[in-house]
T-cell receptor, first 113, second 114 residues
């Protein structure tokens, strides 16, 4: 049961341009959303998060947007840098069950110099 | 500061052999602990989570098991590995509070069953 979906397995952008990674979820009980970044042979590292009381959260070059009515969130990276090349996982959890975080399948971002 | 250690980094095991992966957390008490698996080309699948010593919840039926003999130690085991057990195994921890503010992952173990 894929409750968190990342429909684009890969994305390639030019250095300096914007990267937009998308994520959809089905469980309306999810109210906390996160993005993780993963390099090969390493564990994912936390990147940015957003709670359902907000529709935008910004941290430097990274901005996450949440559209609750559409059950959709996106991660914007501006400007993209070659070091941003990694797999990005979207994750969601519900306030009533914080032991269970659901992850998407990931999107592999390649930023070309 | 809190750190999470996971070992070994890579492991090649024959089908039918046993498995033991260990994860320890330092710098925190009473963490929630998790085992995830990333199969080739797939996302992160939750295998087990634990909210305390000897308290293990299994997310999916499989031939794997988990144990938590100490507060900050989480072990993933199998009596007989299958080819389908190959994958990248990740241990993670989180603070025990609500709402959850995200997990911190270990560096992972690449398991290849041959």
């Amino acid at each position: 049961d894929q409750q968190v979906k990342q429909n684009s397995p890969s994305l390639s952008v030019q250095e300096g341009r914007i990267s937009i990674l998308n994520c959809d979820y089905t469980n309306s009980m999810f109210d906390y959303f996160l993005w993780y970044k993963k390099y090969p042979a390493e564990g994912p590292t936390f990147l940015i998060s957003i709670s359902s009381i907000k529709d935008k959260n910004e941290d430097g070059r990274f901005t996450v947007f949440l559209n609750k009515s559409a059950k959709h969130l996106s991660l914007h990276i501006v400007p993209s840098q070659p070091g941003d090349s990694a797999v990005y996982f979207c994750a969601a959890s519900a306030r009533y069950n914080n032991n269970d975080m659901r992850f998407g399948a990931g999107t592999r971002l390649t930023v070309k110099p | 500061s809190q750190t999470i250690h996971q070992w070994p980094a890579t492991l090649v095991q024959p089908v039918g052999s046993p498995l033991s992966l260990e994860c320890t957390v330092e710098g925190t008490s009473n963490p929630n602990l998790y085992w995830y698996r990333q199969a080739a080309g797939r996302g992160l699948q939750l295998l087990f989570y634990s909210i305390g010593i000897d308290q293990i919840s299994s997310e999916v039926p499989q031939n794997l098991s988990a144990s938590r003999p100490q507060d900050r130690q989480f072990i993933l085991s199998s009596k007989k590995l299958l080819l389908s057990d190959s994958g990248f195994y990740l241990c993670a921890w989180s603070v025990r509070r609500s709402p959850n503010y995200g997990y911190t992952f270990g560096s992972g173990t690449r398991l290849t069953v041959v």
